[in-house]
């Protein structure tokens, strides 16, 4: 099967296409976890959390959806897709939409307030004091050619500190096929200046200045480095800094993707207020 973002094949020879460096063996080690972290841009960790809570997570989640999005026989855990979209469902995560309840809910707080998240956020951030941003994103996509184009987290926040990660949890085994996180290797170090000229010249999306491109391959090609891609596993967890180039590639699998996004920062620095109020999918940010 090919591998695919926004429906574009994304070359996956060797030279193009690479797993993600696994840091789980330092997670005892905050100061060589931080180190790994500085060098390549992004920490793939494996079993952070509870694999059962994750699952329940997931559960908890498409049990909020109508049976007929679901294919028959299999349990609501399993996020196997039915191949139909309900009547009457909304655009994910506007209000009435499970997503938005969902990040609304006391379940998800409790979710994310796991203690293992903030240990690590305290230790790449090497602070003591550190905070999660309110807007959480639970993204969820059934088969299709969609995907999170190309794209640093930080022109999605850059009226505030740059000091700041984000923790990308798989809600629910994902394979490539079902369309996970990917990372463009070492473009952590890559001037912001240069990331810019690329933005209009290969995009699906004129109108927003944020995305660099939806094809992966040409990305890469402009940029240099591999896409990075893991075997996720509920319980996982990567971690990105604000400048790594990043995407996802499209969910080809009837089981469908469910992940969340997380932000930390230092309480003493600047927050972008934009991120200050839970998320919303037609919020614009
Ligand atoms: O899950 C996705 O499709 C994109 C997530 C993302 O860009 C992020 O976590 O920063």
Redo the contacts with the bound molecule.
Sequence with gaps: MQVLSNGVPVPTDSEHFAPMRDSTALLDDPAKLREQFQQDGYVYLRGVLDRSKVMALRGHYFGMFDDSYFKPGTGREDGVWSGVIPEGQLRHGVAGHPAHTLVRSEYFARFTADPALEALARALLDHDDVRQLPRQ?V?H?NKGPV??RA?T?YDYMDKGSASII???LPVGDCPVQS???TYLEGSHTIPKSKLDVLKAKRTDRPDDTRPISHDLGWTAQQLGGRWLYADYQAGDVAI?SPHLV???LDTQTDTM?M?V?LRFLPTSVEPDPRWLKPWAGDDGN
């Design positions: 994103i993204r996509f995907s999170s794209h987290d984000t923790m990308w369309g996970g996180l990105h990043h995407a996802s993707r992940s996004d």
